[in-house]
Every structure is written in C-alpha cells, then in structure tokens.
C-alpha cells in the first residue's frame, strides 16, 4: 500500500532531492494550524503532527513541555483533528502519538478519524512490529500508511520486516533515548540508514537527534532525508510564530537543496 506520504517523498527522492518532514506539536498555541501551512509552503515534503500525550517516553523535555502545554490549553486528539480536517495544509500529513490514544479509541475509530481528517499517514512508536497487528489491519483498511520505526539495535534478520510492514516511509531512529537537539550527529544514525538503505526501496527518513541543517545535510549523504522534530517545536515554544517557524524549515530546505 502506497498512499500520499510515501508518493511525496518518493517524488523528492526521484527529482535528486532530499526530503525534509518537519515535527509540529498540535494544538500547541492559538497559531499551530497556521505555523503548518506556514512550513509547507517553506518548503517541507510532509508534516508529522504530533497529538499530545500525558506521557510521551519517546520525547525529551522540549516535546514534553510542549505536549503538557498543549493539553492544558484544552487540546485533544478529536479537537486537533477536526481543525485538520477543515485545513489545507498542502502538503501530506502524518500523526504520531501513542499507543493508548488509538487504544483508547478504537483502533478502527482511529484509523478511521484520521482518513475522514485527511490525514495519510500514523507513527506509533510504543508499539512495537510484534505487537501491531490489530492497529495495521485497523490502518490498512482505512487507507492509513504505518510508518515503523528501525532502532539502532535493531538485529539485521528483524530490519527486513519492519521495512517490509512500513509504510510512507522507514523512520530510522538516530540515537538510543529521547528526542532533542544535540551538538553533534551520533554515529549511530549514519550506521542505522545504511543498514536500513540495504534492505528497502522504500523513503529512509532519519530522525532523533538531528536538529540542525548541518546535521540534515549529514545524515542525508547516506538516507533519503530528515524527521526534524525538538528544534521545530523550541522555535514554537519561543513565540517564534508561523514566520519564525517557517524560517527555520526554510533553512532546512536550502541547505539541503544546495
């Protein structure tokens, strides 16, 4: 199954470039819609929509403080994802969340949410490949691409088969821990796209731990391109405003574009 997302970086990847999938937490600030429409049009390939969770164990403090911020303002899955449906963003979208709000849910109910919202694609990255059944049947029905995630511990014999159940794209996790800026790229994201580049033709998107365009160019000398989460979301946190953001995300897009 192929749908929007992977179609959009596909076509990146076939025109010589790389891509570039910016992270913005929902419902975070009056302006959060906007500051998306303002990143799409700044040049990202995809928008990865993050919906708050009281407890999200992937994320560092910036995403953290960005979730606990956006719930206290009211935010909820159903309320972002209404304003979604009503946009025209202009470019695919993704959610990531977690398990226990699809669960909570209904696997089929989510699924189906995020299709009447037109939303393409869904991270869930607390569950696992082994224990994803019924949410990618749920997703596969309702025509929502599952992106899965290729750990750097990942033993070489399992990577073939989460390339194999992903779909949009193979989200290679750069570090071990949580998301964030950091000084400099871990070897351990040059080492995970690679291995993941061997087993699949499908997009390869880094993300953890890159936070600058310096660190995108890097990492996209080996993978097809970047997940740029903490320093989207800082640049938010920090009242940068739709412009602000979409200058960041500009950035982003030059550098790898040169």
Known sequence: ??????????????SGGKCVV????????????????????????????GIPFSDPVMDGPTIQLAN?????????PLSILERVRNADIGVPTAVMTYGNIAYRMGWDRFANTLAESGVSGCILP??????????????????IETVMLAAPTAPDERLPLICERSHGFVYAVG????TGV??????????????????TEKPVLVGVGVGTPEQAVEISEIA?????GSAIVQRMLDGGGPEGVAELVAEFRAALDA
């Not at 956006?70 to 935010?75: E, K, Q, R, T, V």
């Not at 570090?175 to 949580?178: A, E, K, N, P, T």
């Open 1 to 14: 199954m192929s749908g929007a997302l992977e179609a959009a970086l596909r076509a990146r990847r076939e």
């Open 68 to 76: 606990d911020k956006a719930l206290d303002s009211g935010a909820t």
């Open 182 to 199: 950091r000084t400099e790229l871990a070897e351990s994201a040059k080492v995970i796209a690679g291995r993941v580049k061997q087993v």
């Open 22 to 49: 910016p992270y913005l937490t929902g419902g975070l600030g009056d302006d959060w819609l906007e500051t998306m429409e303002a990143v799409a049009q700044a040049g990202a390939d995809a928008i990865e929509i």
């Open 126 to 143: 607390d569950i696992p490949l082994e224990e994803s059944g019924l949410w990618t049947a749920a997703a596969d029905e309702a025509g």
């Open 224 to 228: 097809d391109g970047v997940v740029v």
């Open 175 to 178: 570090l071990l821990g949580i």
